[in-house]
């Protein structure tokens, strides 16, 4: 091996031994940790996260990949860690320090401020923080982006690299076109659709049991996995042995644990066939958080939601709640899974209007970036939009503008790739019901060819591979959002009997 | 402040962090992490722990405690942080790297070894291992001990500063005088005392649920500490505002997890009312191994199995089990629960043969360092002594000389703390009695002057003052044994009616 990446390595093993401690304490904190904790631990990530920064850009470091870059006897698992860390340091570099910590200050402050602006439906409060987070984010972009970049697609690139306005704008506009008017034909057919049954009292250790069944069932490994409790589900993992979910029990929203369940461990699948080689470098995780997104959407919405996959699991579901379910025939199951309508939140969104609140926010991010939308105007354009595209308007900033978490923690430029997400999975899936008989492996109740198919095209690369290059590689064309359009309208135009 | 100390502080921040950081992994592996996680978290935490060490001795860290070794202008917790902090660096100073390294990486072995000659009852495999441990001990003894200091007494001083052959000779002799004596004339009375009520089968969510209930009342703070299951109990911390204690619930063992949950809460109460200026720095533990056994047992054994304690407690018991237990008076469950009978494992002892266990250990260590005892010839000694001071004989080694894992870890001189920790404790409750009335808070139903009382005597000093200076500042005398044996002593001959 190449000496001088040798000893890379043993820079990048600190590195990752700080990432991950940090990444154990997050989950811990959510999952677990006394609620007195938190100040003395945050000082403690705190500490990590700069000592981690510290290796990040260290003298040897900057020797070392300088010395590297160039190299031709490198693998490609090495030549990717060599690039990402490069690409760290580069953009670190362009930062001034000063101006770094300063913002890091600010992100540590913003999120609580954001909260109980939240809490409170406060957006006053919240506003003159969010501007110094645009106005750092659009310094920082400006120092980042390469000649002629604009500042909203130096921050997109951050998130899903190679993607741009260029290629966004005609994705939103068909979103628009197409998926507002279907949304107005559903709309009215929903009285049709009474979700009741699933809003009876379901015991939530038993939702516990069968989630974590299905979890299994759909490829979670739980001897290199943890299912536990948070506030809200999420995946996180400290390298492809140890992947960890969370999920949330309602009592009267049996769907919902289920479907999050499903979409946590479609994540977590990813993160656990991630090869040997790359788990523990800095391209052990996903190719971008869209390529994430796609993963956990095509196993929730694609494979969860859809006939074939509940006719063995439906059984079952009725096996754990028979006074609840007897009477429910599993073809008004999937159309209760699968009913669609508008709605103010975002992480409560189904499948058809999901993207509609990515669309608006996506919208919002680029004027705010470009300067012709101000902070100030936020909640009235806000309301406005979701008036026009979903037709419903928030009665506070709570439910409207303040609802997420991300700009307050200085994401702007990522709600696309949530979108985007669900695209590559509709772009992922049409090739693989050319290459495997996906409906009858669902119905065998064994769906190991289907994650098989998944490890081999997208998860074993970790983010060895770029989006752009795994979508050509696996689909043999570049991004086409046509085949998430179609998925969706004919999906739902069969459901809705449009 | 202090600039020096300043600096000092910002280095001790990165190793807390670290340290913080091993701790939750240790935490996480032995209660949650999932099987197959193993190998790759081993070496992150080994990256973590070599990072820790780095910072011990960097060249910085040296130079800064040289400058503020002999400061004037320090307060008593600054100066014993950098006391601390030196001795941590002279001791490390004294041992050749290579040395030391080599040790490491034994270590790093050797529990796994030691683990399966366990589990296959197969000593021979583990001697060559155990040869080799007490042969590093004893050169890096050489290497730390002051002039005249026997070896073992160097080993000793690692865990209870100050602590000499000198002092444990007359203290063990002691106890071979006055309690194997003791012990043969309770042995034949313990026909009288059928603890079978207390092996029915229990549920185990129901004892975890009064265990939780009993934590509490002990003074556990829930809002600075977690409660969780794992093979073993044992108490860790993060810092003075989560601490986190385990149990394991035997379906058939009812006193099992509530003397090991109170037990564990006298080891965290301990860690939980560590001053806040100690917490987070080298000072910020428990003032040694045996004061913090002291904690656990004056807890577990001198309050936790009172009739005192049990008076306003032993019914919540009996509301928990009322098929169980309502036969069962207050008076046979205090003689079940006080039940003595010589075993063969340490840690299943009770309160009044585990000294002698720990006694065999103490005249074993002390051969095995000074020579006159050969590792080969560990079996059949072991064996003798427990035929000899506890009346039962081995049959193999599993039960006998390969139970502990102590010796496996490299930590010889450390099982005298457990015995030191019972003795500190009774010459600790004698001076309590006197100071508040003790009977009377334990049967009012609220034990917090007690703990108070601990607090103020023992708890919020951490590490700052020393067991030997503590005990004097406590108690007006140096460790004095004698409490000890009268305790054991004074309970024992009534409650068996000798």
């Known amino acids: 091996m190449n000496q001088k990446y040798e000893e890379l390595m043993q820079h990048v093993e600190k590195m990752e031994a700080l990432k991950a401690a940090i990444v154990l304490f997050n989950w811990d904190t959510e999952t677990l940790a006394p609620p007195q904790a938190t100040d003395l631990t945050a000082r403690m990530v705190g500490s990590l996260s700069s000592q981690y920064f510290e290796e990040t850009v260290s003298a040897r470091m900057r020797e070392l990949l300088g010395e590297l870059k160039d190299a031709e006897d490198l693998t490609e698992a090495q030549a990717a860690v060599v690039r990402k860390l490069n690409k760290n340091l580069e953009d670190m570099e362009k930062i001034p320090p000063e101006e770094y910590r300063e913002f890091s200050e600010l992100q540590a402050r913003s999120t609580s401020i954001w909260a109980k602006a939240k809490q409170q439906d406060d957006f006053e409060s919240f506003a003159p923080v969010l501007k110094k987070i645009v106005d750092f984010s659009k310094r920082f972009a400006g120092y980042r982006r390469k000649e002629g970049q604009s500042l909203y697609d130096a921050m997109l690139d951050e998130y899903e690299e190679g993607f741009t306005k260029e290629m966004l704008d005609p994705f939103f506009a068909l979103l628009k076109e197409q998926i507002v008017p279907l949304l107005k034909k559903v709309v009215p057919k929903n009285d049709a659709i009474d979700v009741s049954p699933l809003r009876q009292s379901y015991d939530t250790a038993k939702q516990e049991a069968f989630c974590r069944f299905l979890a299994g069932y759909v490829g979670f490994d739980f001897a290199r996995g943890v299912l536990a409790e948070s506030e809200h589900p999420f995946t996180t993992g400290l390298h492809n042995r140890d992947v960890r979910i969370t999920s949330h029990y309602y009592e009267n929203v049996l769907e919902s644990a289920i479907f999050s369940v499903i979409h946590e461990s479609?994540?977590?699948?990813y993160e656990m066939n991630v090869d040997d080689e790359l788990t523990q470098t800095p391209v052990g995780g996903g190719a971008s958080c869209g390529m994430h997104e796609s993963q956990s959407r095509l196993m929730e919405n694609m494979i969860g939601?859809?006939?074939?996959?509940?006719?063995?699991v439906y059984p079952k579901l009725r096996e754990a709640f028979p006074e609840h379910l007897s009477g429910l025939s599993l073809a008004d199951f999937i159309k209760m899974i699968n009913k669609a309508e508008p709605g103010l939140i975002r992480t409560e969104a189904d499948e058809l209007t999901y993207c509609l609140h990515v669309m608006i926010r996506y919208e919002i991010e680029k004027d705010l970036i470009d300067g012709s939308l101000q902070v100030e105007d936020l909640p009235a354009v806000w309301n406005e939009k979701y008036e026009q595209y979903l037709g419903v308007k928030p009665e506070n900033d709570k439910e409207g503008v303040?609802?997420?978490i991300h700009w307050s923690q200085g994401s702007i430029g990522y709600f696309p790739s949530y979108a985007l997400g669900n695209a590559f999975a509709a772009q992922i899936y049409h090739v693989m019901e050319q290459e495997i008989?996906?409906?009858?492996?669902?119905?065998?109740g064994d769906l190991t060819p289907i994650?098989?198919?998944?490890k081999e095209k997208v998860h074993r690369f970790g983010e060895m591979r770029k989006t752009k290059q795994l979508l050509r590689d696996?689909?043999?064309e570049d991004f086409n959002p046509r085949y998430y359009i179609d998925y969706l309208t004919k999906k739902f135009t069969e459901i809705y009997e449009l």
Chains 1, 2 share one sequence.
């Open 266 to 269: 479609g994540h977590a699948i």
């Open 305 to 312: 939601r859809s006939l074939a996959f509940w006719e063995p």
């Open 402 to 404: 303040l609802q997420d």
């Open 437 to 444: 008989d996906v409906d009858k492996i669902l119905r065998s």
């Open 451 to 454: 994650t098989n198919w998944l």
């Open 474 to 476: 696996i689909t043999g």
